[in-house]
């Protein structure tokens, strides 16, 4: 009965997926490295939503109307969202854009330097293979790291030792100095002074000497003599910073070929050289200039033949007079056949037409920068009615000025394409010129002497795209790169697989045994009509409600944008966050400041309704349980105020992200107990027998990929990145605990955005320390780089897309391995996409040039310079931190316990979330969601339930609607508009 409903995926709805989140990563990559914009940076990615309604709403009406191609299903449709869904966030925070710096971030010689010293705290502990790095400079830094420590602990010794002789010697002089005190002739009153300064000196002098030999105990434990160690260290020391100096030297010679690759990735290649393949348009890029690199490349490609049938008859060794013919004929053909490109006049005086036009603008920018100058200083002293004129002629020109810089960059850009073609021009009219000149003096040449002048001719072909690999690779130095991309897409690949078997085996479990709701899989249904349609056209769409939602939302928003765009002079945009500082900081709720706001989110207060009361009323309970603590805290003195509490990424917890990650803890170990029998049903079958034959075939082979999978990563940590074994194995489990955590909140609660305070390296250090041997930093530094790259800034977290597409799939009845298949082709091909494209986006401009946070802030700061900190100066046990994880955990104990009798208590999940700090935008909307719910629910019966949530579908839509005009806004007037989906704490 299964395989008969089961629907299967078309070919059209495949290739059409593939095709979407191919263009979605390379849209997404461009506008957060070229315009500052954010596409993907939730659990709700803008562009497939945006492509799901405009398939209901344009396309499939076309269809139906035209009636030459069939319209889409919902199945069809919801195939497409979910390959678009789940490879989305990819090319950003999922996986390329913290990939692609760290691996290139290491040998950065403006992070890696003597000042930070990463040589000795970073290098020595991580596999130069996963970095753009030179063979060999991890074993030569492990190399300086221990000499550097020898030579530092016998010269600690020696220093010790000397102190203790020093101290000796004190002793010696204070009491030659006693006796001499005491022969002194004089005054009894000047021989006690003096004698008393003798003893005084004595009595310093022997609690010098304690103390050295106390410390020389502690450094020299075996008693020997300090006396030895200070006539015979000196020369040992001078041998040892030798020792130290020519191991640097050769450090430094493997980290200058290093840099020299990492900073032209992070400068960009010369004017010359192409990033991208010639293949491919580049955007901004004119029709003229592609066409001409093509017939570049066409024509190059066929003079070259010539050349190579002129090299091998010469090759052939026979006397010049013999074959100077043949030569003659074939450097001719070489020549004529590069004459369709022969266009160096015309280009250079397209050139010069540009330029002229760029001169006008430019003197155009100036004169009115200088009258907005002007306007401004008439502003300073006028008020009222002339103010507000003066305003309006500010605005005026400010629209003035940014129309032609926009104009001005268009045009610079063009010229950047036609001085890109000139310089191509000038290339061919050089090759064929010198073509010309040696069939001139064919006869006057050795063979040798016009081979080595024809080689030189052949390598200029590929300055103007006559060649294959500039045209299909571009001029990228991809060697630098293949051996770190191939460990890390192994690592990667093999993680993937990994989450989406862990999604398959704990699915039955939630959507079936415990009924989870999935909201943000019940949002597309409806919007693609798989719940309830109407003549092709979701019901949704016909209800008045949804669209007064829809128009509540844009208008709102709609009215920012009109405000940020500045194209309407005098309005100003609407405050959604409502920060509570102004109204709370000379008050007894002075310690809620900076952070805490009534943030209005329409599509966060949309989803509230979609999701059972008691989760959205524990989603917020907490939230505010969390201020009650912090006031507490603060009116009892144990700070100021919110800052006075820290967390961070890494090792830091405050009260918040300390029991939030305890009942974290808990929490997911009771949800992984509860699916313990899919985990292992691979070699234990029982538990799953009375399913479906299909089911028990794709649980049994999840489960196999699922365990292998798992100790394929823990093997590749250790023995491929070097990490310690039982810290590897400590780190996987507690990373699926996160996981299993993060996924229930986005199943459950419907969150669409989070970042987990509260990891492994916080654990470590609250419980432990890192001051210790068997807990230093260095035996899990590895772990930290592939934690930061994939679970670290996890906004766009690829695991509970994988989970709401699961439950698509389920609810549409799509054959399981087709669409298991279909999602993990889309997975990666974005994630081929992203990375190579960041790569060759990275040498087109220079990736000093791109996201900041991406690229600086996150390998230097959050990356690297967080490693190289903890491994200088580990941090010691902290029991606060731990006896809050321990009130967390005991907490959500107690709750998952006593809620088995009194179902009144709240939801766990709340709990849970405390370890987001992003829950301090959400919670108010939040709370606005679960108050419309209880109203309707409380007053109204199912159907009104169902009327009205369309009201709150309508706002969801028209907040993603308002956020994709805004990139198109922002990109056609190139100004900022931050109208998106992103929230953080601050």
Not at 529 to 551: M, N, Q, R, T
Not at 581 to 603: H, Q
Not at 706 to 715: E, T, Y
Request: hydrophobic letters at 50%; charged letters at 20%; one cysteine or more.
């Amino acid at each position: 009965m299964q395989k008969q409903t089961d629907n299967k995926i078309t070919v059209r709805a495949f290739a059409l997926g593939l095709v979407i989140a191919a263009v979605f990563a390379m849209m997404t990559m461009y506008f957060g490295h070229r315009r500052g914009i954010l596409v993907t940076s939730t659990q709700i990615p803008v562009l497939p939503y945006i492509l799901l309604m405009v398939m209901v709403l344009l396309i499939n009406p076309l269809c139906r109307l035209i009636r030459v191609v069939r319209r889409f299903s919902a199945a069809e449709i919801l195939v497409v969202f979910c390959m678009g869904l789940v490879s989305s966030g990819v090319s950003t925070f999922g996986l390329s854009s913290q990939l692609v710096p760290l691996m290139s971030g290491l040998f950065n010689e403006a992070w890696n330097n003597d000042q930070s010293r990463w040589n000795q705290y970073v290098a020595p502990h991580l596999d130069e293979a996963f970095f753009v790095a030179e063979p060999g400079i991890q074993a030569v830094s492990k190399q300086y790291l221990d000499v550097v420590n020898t030579v530092g602990a016998e010269r600690r010794v020696y220093d010790s030792a000397l102190r203790v002789v020093k101290a000796r010697e004190l002793i010696h002089k204070a009491q030659a100095e006693i006796g001499n005190a005491q022969s002194l002739r004089g005054s009894e009153s000047t021989k006690a002074m003096a004698l008393n300064r003798a003893r005084s000196a004595l009595l310093l002098a022997e609690n010098s000497l304690v103390q050295a030999e106390r410390h020389w105990k502690t450094v020299c434990a075996d008693g020997q003599d300090p006396d030895p160690v200070v006539r015979d260290y000196p020369e040992r020391l001078v041998g040892g910073d030798a020792a130290v100096q020519r191991v640097r030297d050769e450090l430094a010679a493997l980290e200058r070929e290093a840099f020299e690759r990492v900073r032209l990735f992070r400068r960009g290649l010369p004017v010359d050289a192409r990033a991208y393949p010639g293949m491919v348009p580049i955007m901004g890029e004119g029709n003229g200039t592609y066409v001409a690199r093509v017939r570049r490349m066409f024509h190059g490609r066929r003079s070259l033949d010539a050349l190579n049938d002129a090299r091998s008859v010469l090759l052939a060794g026979t006397a010049m007079d013999q074959i100077a013919g043949q030569v003659s004929s074939s450097l001719k053909v070489a020549g004529e056949r590069l004459t369709p490109i022969l266009e160096l006049e015309t280009i250079r005086q397209s050139c010069s037409e540009i330029e002229n036009k760029v001169a006008v603008f430019r003197e155009s920018r100036v004169a009115v920068e200088t009258r907005l100058a002007e306007l401004h200083q008439s502003s300073r002293d006028m008020s009222g009615a002339e103010a507000r004129a003066i305003e309006s002629k500010i605005a005026t020109a400010k629209r003035e000025q940014r129309s032609l810089a926009r104009t001005q960059e268009s045009l610079e850009s063009d010229l950047a394409g036609w001085s890109q073609r000139l310089l191509a021009a000038e290339v061919v009219q050089a090759t064929v010129t010198a073509i010309e000149e040696l069939d001139r003096e064919l006869s006057t040449q050795s063979p040798e002497a016009v081979l080595a002048r024809l080689d030189a001719i052949r390598a200029d072909y590929a300055k103007f795209d006559a060649s294959i690999r500039r045209f299909w690779l571009g001029d990228v130095p991809w060697q630098h790169w293949v051996n770190p991309l191939v460990r890390w897409g192994l690592l990667i690949g093999l993680t993937y697989l990994v989450l989406m078997a862990f999604n398959m085996l704990i699915f039955r479990q939630w959507a079936y045994h415990e009924k989870l709701i999935y909201p943000l899989a019940e949002l597309p249904e409806h919007l693609a009509g798989a719940v309830d349609s109407e003549d092709g056209i979701p019901v949704v769409f016909k209800s008045g409600l949804f669209w007064s939602g829809f128009a509540i939302a844009a208008a709102f928003l709609g009215w920012n944008m009109l405000c940020y765009s500045d194209v309407v002079t005098g309005i100003k945009p609407l405050d959604f966050k409502h920060f509570w500082k102004p109204f709370v900081e000379k008050s007894a709720l002075a310690g809620l400041v900076p952070t805490t706001r009534s943030e209005i989110f329409f599509t966060m207060v949309g989803l509230s309704f979609l999701i059972p009361k008691k989760i959205s009323f524990s989603l917020w309970f907490f939230s505010a349980l969390y201020m009650v603590q912090l006031l507490v805290l603060v009116w009892l003195g144990y700070g100021v105020n919110e800052s006075s509490f820290e967390t961070e990424w890494w090792t830091i917890l405050n009260f918040r992200t300390a029991q939030g990650g305890g009942a974290l803890l808990v929490f997911s170990a009771v949800v992984l107990w509860k699916c313990r029998h899919y985990i292992a049903c691979c070699v234990a079958p029982d538990a799953i027998r009375s399913l479906d034959r299909s089911e028990q075939v794709e649980l049994r082979l999840a489960s196999c990929v699922f365990l292998l999978g798992s100790a394929g990563i823990v093997l590749l940590l250790w023995r491929g990145m070097g990490a310690n074994l039982g810290y590897t194995i400590f780190f996987w489990f507690f990373v699926l605990l996160i996981t299993v955590g993060l996924v229930r909140a986005v199943t459950e609660g419907g969150l669409l955005g989070f970042q987990a305070w509260s990891g492994p390296f916080h654990f470590i250090r609250a419980v432990f320390g890192m001051d210790r041997t068997w807990t230093s930093p260095s035996l899990f530094a590895p772990l930290m780089v592939y934690y930061g790259v994939l679970f670290l800034d996890i906004k766009a977290f690829i695991a509970p897309a994988m989970a709401n597409a699961l439950k698509i799939r389920s609810d549409l009845r799509i054959k399981r391995f087709q669409f298991h298949g279909a999602i993990l082709l889309a997975v990666a091909l974005a994630a081929v996409i992203g990375v190579l494209g960041e790569i060759m986006m990275g040498y087109a401009g220079g990736a000093d040039e791109m996201n900041s946070w991406f690229y600086s802030s996150f390998p230097n700061v959050a990356g690297f310079g967080q490693i190289k900190t903890l491994i200088q100066s580990p941090p010691a046990a902290s029991p606060a931190q731990t006896g809050w994880i321990v009130a967390g955990a005991l907490g959500m104990a107690a709750l998952l316990y006593f809620r088995q009798f009194a179902f009144w208590l709240p939801h766990p999940i709340g709990m849970i979330m405390l370890v987001n700090p992003i829950m301090i935008a959400y919670w108010f909307s939040i709370l606005l969601g679960w108050m419309a719910k209880s109203l309707v629910t409380k007053y109204g019966n199912k159907d009104v339930y169902a009327r009205v949530r369309c009201l709150f579908l309508g706002l969801i839509a028209g907040e993603l609607v308002i956020v994709a005009l805004a990139m198109l806004v922002s990109y056609l007037l190139d100004v900022s508009i931050p109208i998106d989906l992103n929230r953080n704490a601050a």
